[in-house]
């Protein structure tokens, strides 16, 4: 990867996931304009977040949005975290670089709270899929 997404080459697999999810939904317009790319990015950091970056998970979502689900695109939050990957960017080792990644995807998560619960319920209806 290069430009600021090569920045997410630091790290477990799980939180280079997460943070690709993380940037994705700091960055609406590009990567979440459909409602299906929107709740794929969403589920996919929260089952980061909350499932350990579950593979199960991951494949009962990518299943599910695949699928002839219906669903309608949230309203877009203004507050989409405190850090962004230049944050990332600023540190100057890798160990920084990947404890940093680690604060930013966990700003990200949090500036999405009130969206938590939405993320959560299509995640239990993809597994319930099944």
């Given at each position: 990867?290069?430009?600021?997404?090569?920045?997410?080459?630091?790290?477990?697999?799980?939180?280079?996931?997460?943070?690709?999810?993380?940037?994705?939904?700091?960055?609406?317009?590009?990567?979440?304009?459909?409602?299906?790319?929107?709740?794929?990015?969403?589920?996919?950091?929260?089952?980061?977040?909350?499932?350990?970056?579950?593979?199960?998970?991951?494949?009962?979502?990518?299943?599910?949005?695949?699928?002839?689900?219906?669903?309608?695109?949230?309203?877009?939050?203004?507050?989409?975290?405190?850090?962004?990957?230049?944050?990332v960017a600023a540190v100057d080792t890798?160990?920084?670089?990947?404890?940093?990644?680690?604060?930013?995807?966990?700003?990200?998560?949090?500036?999405?709270?009130?969206?938590?619960?939405?993320?959560?319920?299509?995640?239990?209806?993809?597994?319930?899929?099944?």
């Open positions: 990867m290069s430009g600021p997404l090569g920045l997410l080459a630091y790290g477990s697999s799980v939180l280079t996931g997460a943070a690709f999810d993380a940037y994705c939904l700091q960055h609406l317009p590009r990567y979440c304009a459909s409602a299906k790319s929107y709740a794929a990015h969403l589920t996919r950091l929260c089952c980061g977040i909350e499932f350990g970056g579950s593979a199960q998970v991951h494949a009962a979502l990518q299943r599910w949005l695949n699928g002839a689900v219906s669903i309608e695109k949230p309203p877009i939050l203004a507050d989409r975290g405190s850090m962004t990957i230049f944050d890798d160990a920084e670089r990947a404890a940093r990644c680690e604060q930013w995807v966990a700003a990200v998560w949090q500036a999405y709270a009130p969206q938590h619960a939405l993320a959560r319920g299509w995640i239990h209806a993809a597994i319930a899929e099944r």
